[in-house]
């Protein structure tokens, strides 16, 4: 099966045929003036970028009626129906936009036709599509060198997703502008925000370090999210849909369209909840979206409340080979008891309980001639525990002293304790966009956030107390993180088809630990100040309006996260991550062929990696392993044999090297010498066959390829995690409607329709791998009405 994958993109990629007909056109403004950088689309899949005298051209069309759509974040979208081959040109005429666009907030952070760097767009109709309960890494799985993870095996609850083998740690995400990974372990939850892809209007991915953001380095990609546009049109859309292991997804959304030419309110509520795949692995979770905006000529104010609540069973334990051949693969440990009382079983609350909490205050203003300045104040608040039973507990473990009862002593107890996360997240984004009419465009600015957050224990109950009461604290420690970075971008056009890009990123932290820690009695204090300087510079050089080549280097660094501060040996301090990152690729966009081929070289210094070791709390120690890198090459296209049919997809060969790497082995210290990055993949790939038979009915067929891995850093065969090939099967069908209901549609995902046995996560505990297994054979059918 892999090699028809190959096969398929390859044709794809490679194949083209006699050019058909052409359609150009040229774009002004209402005063003549051409309309430079505005995004045409012909149809559903064709897109090109007008160029400094805002004209356009697209090649290889075949005859037929196709939807003409212009739009420009300046004005008024434009769309019209065109015949092909009667119709071959057409000069557009844009009108100011009345009502400003919320991608004039994100556009600072995001890379444009010019930008010399990897990147790709997904819009709301991509997302919709799959868009049936799974989290969002799951949505995002069929993306260049993307693998996506679930804890419960389905896709919803814990997910994750690992760009060109970098986990969430290292993938930089923001909404509207606005960091969301956690300023301490970096790490972004996408639990926490259950049903996202429903209030979301495009995402850009950029691979690499990318251009420079808001929150913590990107290190692997950068995820920049805008939320849904408002709406100058009222609606309401209820969306239903069900599947495998008891799942259940409801949303509403509303939208009160332009009121008295200047106010919009819209809303979302979403419930998700499933038994899981893996045993008791349940999810109940919960969400809303509220936005005001007030809007005029010049100016868009915008309040935007994003609010989540989550609860899941534990299922991050994984399962051993030998527990998959004695239990079977939906095994779970979690909850697993055995207490003083010769009871057995599995503790009904073993679960993970948060609920996090968005405001975002966004303004844009674009009264200034060749100016669009935007500013954000934001606030998170997030609050919430895990809840463990454990068995036959030492006093000792909770700072307490054993138990004596007349002539015996008691110094273990059977207890249920919670782990604490109490958080707040705040400050202030902004960026000043100055487009002159002049062969260059300039972009300013930054963000000033602090984190503020307490870590503590409780023991909630205990068969023997000690001298313990109800919700006894163990540990509490309080973290306090301000980050502030200020960023400067350029594009310079030498001509229409030279441009040189340059991007300079301060940044500055500042970063307090004290308290009591879990694992340690005595009071500490660590304070640890970083200064960063991430320069990147590129070129791009378009050979033709559909035809353009870039290269880039850029500068990454980034500070330790806070467990490599905690579990750091007493006088030692990690250090700071460096990453040097080479782009080197071409692009190419025709209506019956698009393709993309990027090479990269990613090269380390000093990269935290696990080292085999464990904390008194089971968790993975990680230490500078010096040199490393990642080399490879991403092919990406797309080609249109008619009309109805269209194969998509992409395929990325890597090499992923520690140059020396020392880990503590059974007995004593173990060097490997040019040893594999875990979880990082040589081979991955998608490919999507797309068949149209009408306007309103697509069957989508859906594959995804991982090669083997390894799940640490030592290479070893026992480490090695296998390669794994799924098939999903996707249909979608507009029913249609003559009045009242503006439209309805019924969708059917089939996940791994051949009910492959596989595994895309796991661990290593000492030479004993522990495994993440993902369902068989699933479905979700779903159904959306829109008023």
Do not use: C
């Amino acid at each position: 099966m892999f090699r028809l994958t190959l096969l398929s993109i390859f044709t794809f990629v490679s194949f083209m045929i006699q050019a058909q007909h052409s359609f150009s056109g040229s774009i002004s403004d209402v005063n003549g003036e051409p309309v430079v950088g505005a995004y045409v689309l012909l149809g559903e899949k064709s897109k090109t970028v007008t160029d400094a005298d805002g004209k356009f051209e697209f090649q290889d069309i075949p005859s037929g009626n196709y939807m003409l759509k212009i739009s420009h974040i300046s004005f008024q979208k434009f769309s019209k129906e065109i015949s092909i081959p009667e119709q071959s040109s057409i000069d557009a005429v844009l009108k100011e936009q009345v009502i400003q666009n919320q991608e004039v907030t994100v556009s600072a952070l995001r890379a444009g036709a010019k930008t010399p760097t990897t990147y790709q767009n997904i819009d709301k109709k991509e997302l919709n599509e799959l868009n049936l309960a799974q989290d969002m890494p799951f949505l995002l799985n069929l993306t260049p060198s993307a693998v996506s993870t679930s804890d419960a095996g389905a896709g919803v609850g814990y997910t994750g997703i690992r760009i060109r083998g970098s986990d969430a740690t290292r993938i930089n995400v923001t909404i509207n502008g606005i960091p969301i990974n956690d300023s301490e372990s970096h790490g972004t939850f996408w639990v926490n925000m259950p049903d996202l892809a429903s209030s979301v209007e495009s995402i850009q991915i950029q691979r690499g370090v990318g251009t420079s953001t808001n929150g913590s380095g990107a290190f692997g990609a950068s995820v920049n999210i805008e939320t849904n546009n408002m709406q100058d049109d009222a609606y309401g859309e209820v969306a239903l849909s069900a599947g495998s292991f008891d799942t259940y997804k409801s949303t509403v959304k509303f939208g009160s369209g332009l009121l008295n030419d200047h106010f919009i309110i819209e809303g979302r509520l979403s419930k998700i909840e499933s038994d899981g795949f893996i045993d008791r692995a349940s999810s109940d979770l919960r969400s809303l979206n509220l936005a005001a905006a007030y809007t005029s000529d010049d100016h868009l104010l915008k309040f935007i409340v994003l609010s989540g609540r989550e609860r899941t069973y534990q299922a991050w334990y994984g399962v051993s080979a030998e527990d998959i051949a004695t239990f079977g693969r939906t095994h779970n440990w979690a909850g697993y008891y055995f207490n003083q009382l010769g009871e057995e079983g599995y503790y009904d609350d073993q679960v993970d309980n948060y609920g996090q909490d968005h405001y975002q205050l966004l303004y844009t203003y674009s009264g200034l001639a060749n100016w669009k300045i935007n500013t954000a104040l934001h606030y998170t608040r997030g609050k919430g525990y895990y809840e463990e039973y454990h068995g036959s507990e030492p006093f000792s473990d909770y700072y307490l002293e054993p138990l004596v009862f007349q002539d015996s002593t008691i110094n273990q107890t059977d207890l249920v304790r919670r782990k604490w996360l109490d958080n707040h997240f705040y400050g202030a984004t902004f960026s000043a966009e100055f487009n002159p009419d002049a062969p260059y465009q300039l972009t300013f600015g930054g963000a000033i956030n602090r984190y503020d957050g307490d870590h503590f224990g409780e023991v909630i109950w205990a068969r023997y107390a000690s001298q313990t009461e109800n919700d006894y604290e163990w540990y509490r420690n309080t973290s306090v993180k301000d980050d502030y970075n200020f960023y400067v971008k350029g594009l310079y056009d030498f001509n229409q088809k030279l441009s040189v890009f340059g991007d300079i990123q301060f940044r500055m932290i500042d970063y307090t630990m004290e308290g009591v820690f879990d694992g340690s009695p005595e009071m500490r204090s660590m304070n640890y100040d970083f200064n960063f300087v991430n320069p990147k510079v590129g070129l791009n050089y378009a050979i033709s309006n559909n035809l353009s080549l870039y290269a880039s280097y850029a500068v990454g660094r980034r500070e330790p996260v806070r467990s490599d501060f905690v579990d750091a040996p007493q006088g030692e301090q990690p250090k700071p991550e460096k990453l040097n990152d080479f782009e080197l690729g071409f692009r190419s966009q025709g209506y019956k062929f698009a393709a993309e081929v990027n090479s990269y070289f990613m090269y380390y210094e000093n990269q935290l990696v696990l080292t085999g070791a464990v904390n008194d709390v089971g968790g993975y120690i990680r230490q500078n392993a010096g040199e490393s890198y990642r080399a490879g090459i991403e092919v990406s296209g797309l080609y249109n044999f008619s009309n109805q049919f269209t194969v998509e997809g992409n395929i990325s060969f890597s090499r992923n090297r520690i140059e020396e790497f020392r880990t503590f082995g059974e007995t004593d210290l173990v060097t490997y010498e040019d040893t594999p990055i875990a979880f990082s993949p040589n081979v991955i790939s998608s490919v999507i066959l797309r068949y149209n038979p009408t306007d309103d009915l697509s069957i989508n067929l859906i594959n995804k390829y991982v090669g083997s891995q390894y799940l640490d850093n030592s290479g070893r065969e026992v480490s090695k995690l296998d390669d794994y090939f799924v098939n999903d099967l996707k249909v979608g069908y507009n029913i249609p409607i003559k009045s009242g209901i503006k439209s309805l549609s019924l969708d059917l995902l089939v996940n791994n329709i051949f009910d492959q046995e596989y595994a895309n996560n796991g661990y290593m505990w000492g030479s004993t791998q522990y495994f993440y297994p993902q369902a068989g054979r699933n479905f979700l059918v779903g159904f959306t009405a829109r008023f």
